[in-house]
């Protein structure tokens, strides 16, 4: 009884979430949207780019292990945290699960992009 949601852990979203608004769960979209709007995120999206542009191959592997990094700081040690999961069942935290596949594309095509063509014809 005493994990169900109720409104003294309301103030858990205003803590995680302050721009949730109560009674709309949150989704898997939202919560992508979320996490891609944290600095970390921001910053490998950006370091992303460079690679891309300058089609670095060790820059293409090294964005690839940071984004792993990141999606395992986001996917295992945030869902270890108490309040991480009390705000999950207050339903203002959504499941990463989509933020993960699009890190994963996102990887995929970085090193598809970066990875040498072949000079045979």
């Not at 005493?2 to 803590?15: F, G, H, I, N, Q």
């Not at 919560?31 to 060790?58: D, Q």
Request: with cysteine.
């Amino acid at each position: 009884m005493a994990a169900l949601p109720t409104s003294a852990l309301a103030e858990v979203c205003d803590k995680v979430r302050p721009q949730w608004v109560p009674g709309t769960p949150a989704t898997a979209f939202a919560e992508m949207i979320a996490l891609f709007g944290t600095p970390p995120s921001l910053v490998l999206l950006v370091a992303t780019a460079l690679v891309l542009r300058f089609r670095s191959k060790w820059g293409g592997l090294g964005i690839t292990v940071a984004w792993a990094a990141w999606v395992s700081v986001v996917s295992m040690v945030g869902a270890g945290d108490a309040l991480q999961q009390q705000a999950t069942l207050e339903g203002c935290v959504g499941s990463p699960a989509l933020f993960i596949l699009v890190v994963a594309a996102i990887c995929i095509a970085t090193i598809l992009y970066t990875s040498p063509r072949s000079t045979r014809l």
